[in-house]
């Protein structure tokens, strides 16, 4: 299986900062590789698909990069909505298709 | 809009079978663009990937469920349903349904989720 491992888990930041979380997987995903958006008692929301392509709708000051095993989304000015826990996803394998553990997003 | 709603018992016993449905209305499950999942999420705790079927049912299942997992779609209903057996507490969790959005590339299709849900409350408890 492949296991897929975000940092920080917790990242405290303030609103205008910018923000980067990582995500590894344990062997090669190529670019097979999603992020999502929750906040609390939510469904997840996409926000990049296939590493670094925004989800229609999504504001720009969200990014993705990476491929491989090493991935990052960024953030470019953190606004009061995006205070959230975000999650890496791997869709190379699909028969698991592993999610990273989180990453909560709270004020500084 | 495309939007999907979980149902289903919200209190299962232990060592029985939960059962959940989820109903899909502004589009088809009869698509053969695209995939249909379930994911779940225990209380406080992070997103686990359970099972993805298509239209003409051939489907994924995580590994570490497996062999208790049972996906099915009805396309007369336009609907796509989740059995696990013998649940213990380890299985209670928020259970979301989802649409897995195609990609496509020189030598296949990838596919994510784009719609989900709202979730659904699933406890395990005698």
């Known amino acids: 299986d492949i296991q897929m491992t975000q940092s920080p888990s917790t990242l405290s930041a303030s609103v205008g900062d910018r923000v980067t979380i990582t995500c590894r997987a344990s062997?090669?995903?190529?670019?097979?590789l999603a992020w999502y958006q929750q906040k609390p008692g939510k469904a997840p929301k996409v926000l990049i698909y296939?590493?670094?392509n925004l989800e229609s709708g999504v504001p720009s000051r969200f990014s993705g990069s990476g491929s491989g095993t090493e991935f990052t989304l960024t953030i470019s000015s953190l606004q009061p909505d995006d205070f959230a826990t975000y999650y890496c996803q791997q869709y190379n394998d699909y028969s698991s298709g592993t999610f990273g553990q989180g990453t909560k997003v709270e004020i500084k | 809009q495309l939007q999907l709603q979980e149902s289903g018992p919200g209190l299962v016993k232990p060592s029985e079978t939960l059962s959940l449905t989820c109903t899909v209305s502004g589009g088809s499950v009869s698509s053969t663009n695209y995939f249909w999942g379930w994911i779940r999420q225990p209380p406080g705790k992070g997103l686990e990937y359970i099972a993805c079927?298509?239209?003409?049912?051939?489907?994924y299942y995580n590994p570490s469920l497996k062999s208790r997992v049972t996906m099915s779609v009805d396309t007369s209903k336009n609907q796509f349903s989740l059995k696990l057996s013998s649940v213990t507490a380890a299985d209670t969790a928020v259970y979301y349904c989802?649409?897995?959005?195609?990609?496509?590339?020189?030598?296949?299709?990838?596919?994510?989720?784009?719609?989900w849900g709202q979730g659904t409350l699933v406890t395990v408890s005698s």
């Open positions: 079927i298509s239209y003409s049912g051939y489907n």
């Open positions: 062997r090669s995903i190529s670019s097979w």
């Open positions: 296939k590493a670094s």
């Open positions: 989802a649409r897995l959005n195609p990609y496509y590339y020189g030598s296949g299709t990838k596919y994510y989720f784009d719609y």
